[in-house]
C-alpha cells in the first residue's frame, strides 16, 4: 500500500444533485422547488409558523425559572477529599487550595470556584482554602485538626444591563433627593413654668412703671 493507492471506501463520498440540467433529469426547470412561491426562495425560514394561527410554542404554558444570579460551583464531598489524599492526587502537607485540587483532578474547573459538602468522613489533617463551604464541612474539617479558610468569589463584571438599571437607579436616588426639601429648625418650646414667671415679671414692671407716673404727677 503506497501514499497513491489510499483512497475511501465505496460508497464513503456520495455525488452532490446537479439540478437544473433539463427536463429528463427530474429535477429541471424549477429544480425540484416546485413553483413560485415563498418556500421555493431560498433563505426562507418557517419553523413553527401555523399559517397565523397561535402556534404550539404559544399555546403551551411557560414553566420554571432560571436565576442569573445563581452561582456555578464545582462540587466537593469530605469523602472525595478524603480519597484524593489516600490516592496521593493532594499534597497533605501542603495548603489544597483550589489550583491543586483542579491540578489533581479532583474538580473540574468552574466559573465561581469550588464548594466543600460535608458529605462523607474526613480523617487527615489539611488545611484548605475555598470559595464556598457548608457548616458542617467547617465543623468536619475543623474536628480532624485542620483549618479552612473560605473566601468569597470575585464579583461578576457588570453587563450592559445591570450597567443601565444602576444608571436608572442612581438618577432616581438623585432626583428624590432634589424633591426632598430641607427640613426646618426645631423651635424649643418653652416650659410653662418659664411663661408664668415671665408673666409675674411684666406685671410687676408695669405696676412699677404705674407708680412712677403717678408720682411724676404728684410732684
Known sequence: ?????????????????????????????????????????????????????????RRLPKRGFKNPFSKDYAELTLGDLENAVSK?????????????????????????????LATGELKTKLSIEVTGATKGAIAAVEKAGGSITVSPPAPRVEGKGRARHRKFKEGADVKDKKKAKPEAPEQTKEPAENKAEDKADSGEKAKDGGASENGQDES
Open 88 to 116: 496521593g492526587r493532594v499534597d497533605a502537607k501542603k495548603p489544597v487550595t483550589e489550583e491543586a485540587l483542579l491540578a489533581g483532578g479532583v474538580v473540574k474547573k468552574s466559573r465561581d470556584g469550588v464548594r466543600l
Open 1 to 57: 500500500m503506497r501514499l497513491n493507492e489510499l483512497k475511501d471506501r465505496q460508497g464513503a463520498r456520495k455525488a452532490r444533485k446537479r439540478v437544473g440540467r433539463g427536463m429528463g433529469s427530474g429535477t429541471g426547470k424549477t429544480s425540484g422547488r416546485g413553483h413560485n412561491g415563498q418556500k421555493s426562495r431560498s433563505g426562507v425560514s418557517l419553523l413553527g409558523f401555523e399559517g397565523g394561527q397561535m402556534p404550539l410554542y
